[in-house]
């Protein structure tokens, strides 16, 4: 054996997602705050947003697609929006929420965050996992956790394999 001990992980059921979606809209409610929008960020984002949607009576919910994390730990350098691009007119003046899934290094809640700056009457975040390390200190938190995660929704490999074929 080499010594070198597997990171220690966290696995998400959706059962447990559940109670993390329940959980964080009583959070928003118990501290008035009423967002006019849910802004998810795609793809873990998606999942709480719509669970935030439906909890808070929100009908609005908007997408921005970011990518950072290319693997297991392996991320680009900084985050990158993707299209389709929001267009800021349809944040104007919104208390926005917004919603991902984790916020590991925190880049990402940073980047749409400051896409949101300047337009929107108020911006607070929500996430079921914040990691120590985030430079982002989200507003509704689940759990705050140190280790990886295993969501529900990517602890399995994709069926296709977008380059052609099936995946196996």
């Known amino acids: 054996m080499s010594g070198v001990t597997?990171?220690?992980r966290e696995t998400l059921t959706y059962e447990m997602f559940g109670t993390a979606g329940r959980e964080?809209?009583?959070?928003?409610?118990?501290?008035?705050?009423?967002?006019d929008l849910i802004l998810a960020i795609a793809r873990g984002g998606l999942f709480l947003g719509g669970a935030l949607g439906y909890a808070?009576?929100?009908?609005?919910?908007?997408?921005?697609?970011?990518?950072?994390?290319?693997g297991v730990d392996e991320?680009?350098?900084?985050?990158v929006m993707l299209p389709p691009n929001l267009d800021r007119v349809d944040l104007t003046?919104?208390?926005?929420?917004?919603?991902?899934?984790?916020?590991?290094?925190?880049k990402t809640l940073e980047l749409v965050r400051d896409f949101c700056a300047g337009y929107v009457a108020e911006v607070r975040s929500a996430v079921v996992y914040e990691?120590?390390?985030?430079?982002v200190k989200c507003d509704?938190?689940?759990?705050r956790t140190d280790d990886w995660i295993d969501f529900p929704w990517s602890v399995q490999p994709p069926v296709v394999n977008r380059r052609g074929g099936l995946a196996h």
Request: no cysteine.
């Open 75 to 79: 991320r680009l350098e900084l985050p």
């Open 93 to 106: 003046g919104a208390n926005v929420l917004i919603a991902d899934d984790v916020a590991d290094t925190g």
């Open 131 to 135: 990691k120590p390390r985030s430079v």
């Open 56 to 70: 808070l009576d929100v009908k609005n919910l908007f997408v921005m697609n970011v990518e950072f994390y290319t």
């Open 6 to 8: 597997a990171p220690v």
């Open 24 to 35: 964080l809209a009583q959070q928003v409610a118990d501290d008035g705050y009423e967002p």
């Open 140 to 143: 509704y938190v689940w759990k």
